[in-house]
C-alpha cells in the first residue's frame, strides 16, 4: 500500500507522542516506554493500523508497535490512534523493517504479525518479501524463544513461497490453514486487516500460518 503522498504526513508523523522517533534508543528498552514488563507484539507492515489497534484494544495487558515504511500511510493509523488516548499500550515506528534488530533488542519481542505483505514477484526481489527468509533470520533475532510469527495472504504465491522459505530456514509450521474463514479454529479471535476485509469480500480464500523455531 503506498498512498499518494500527502503534504505535512512527515511533519504530523514528526510531532507525534504516539510515534517512537529516537528509535535506535529505544533498543533494549521498551519495557520502560511502555512503563511496564508486558510482553511487546509488532505488526510489520500495519499499512492504516486497523488489526494492530484493535488488538491494542482487546488486549490491554500485552503492548504492541505498529511498524509501517510509509508517512502518507502511517499518517491513516495516527487518526485512528488519535481517537483512542486512554490506550496506553500502542505505539508506532515510521521504518524500513530491514532495520528491526537495530529497534530492537535479541529476544524483545514476544510475537510478530505480517499481515497481507507486499508480494515482489519479480524473482531478484525476493528477499524484500516479509516471509523471505532474510526477514525470518531477522525475526530470529529479536523474537523470545518460545515466540511465534503468524502470517495471513490472499496472495497464493507469496504463501508457497513463505512456506518454502520456513522450511529453508529451518522453523517449524504449528498451523496452516488455505481458508482461513472456514476454519472455525484458526478463526477464533480473528481480527480482520483492511486488506483481509476487500478480499475476502471480493471471494479470495485467506492462507494463515503461525510459525516457530
Ligand atoms: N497489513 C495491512 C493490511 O493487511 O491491511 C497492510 C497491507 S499492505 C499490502 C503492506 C504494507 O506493508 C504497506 O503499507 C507497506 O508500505 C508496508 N511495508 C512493506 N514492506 C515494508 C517494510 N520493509 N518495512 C515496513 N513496512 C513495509
Not at 16 to 44: C, L, Q
Not at 137 to 156: A, C, H, M, P
Amino acid at each position: 500500500m503506498r498512498l499518494r503522498n500527502i503534504p505535512g504526513s512527515r511533519e504530523v508523523i514528526g510531532a507525534s507522542e504516539y510515534v517512537i522517533h529516537d528509535m535506535e534508543t529505544a533498543k533494549g528498552r521498551w519495557s520502560e516506554i511502555f512503563g511496564n514488563d508486558g510482553p511487546i507484539y509488532i505488526e510489520v507492515g500495519m499499512g492504516k493500523g486497523k488489526f494492530i489497534t484493535q488488538l491494542a484494544v482487546e488486549n490491554p495487558d500485552k503492548n504492541f508497535v505498529g511498524i509501517e515504511k510509509y508517512s502518507s500511510v502511517l499518517l491513516r493509523a495516527l487518526e485512528k490512534r488519535e481517537q483512542l488516548k486512554e490506550l496506553k499500550n500502542l505505539y508506532f515506528l515510521r521504518m524500513d523493517a530491514e532495520d528491526l534488530e537495530k529497534v530492537f533488542e535479541n529476544g524483545e519481542v514476544a510475537g510478530i504479525y505480517l499481515n497481507f505483505s507486499d508480494p515482489w514477484p519479480k524473482d531478484r526481489h525476493a528477499k524484500r518479501r516479509l516471509p523471505s527468509k532474510q526477514f525470518l533470520d531477522r525475526y530470529d533475532k529479536i523474537l523470545v524463544s518460545e515466540g511465534k510469527v503468524e502470517f495471513k495472504t490472499d496472495n497464493q504465491d507469496l504463501f508457497q513461497f513463505a512456506l518454502e522459505q520456513v522450511k529453508e530456514a529451518g522453523w517449524r509450521l504449528e498451523q496452516c490453514t488455505f481458508d482461513l474463514h472456514k476454519d472455525s479454529k484458526m478463526m477464533e479471535g480473528n481480527i480482520m486487516t483492511e486488506y483481509e476485509e476487500r478480499f475476502s469480500a471480493q471471494g479470495n480464500p485467506i492462507c494463515k500460518m503461525i510459525i516457530s523455531r
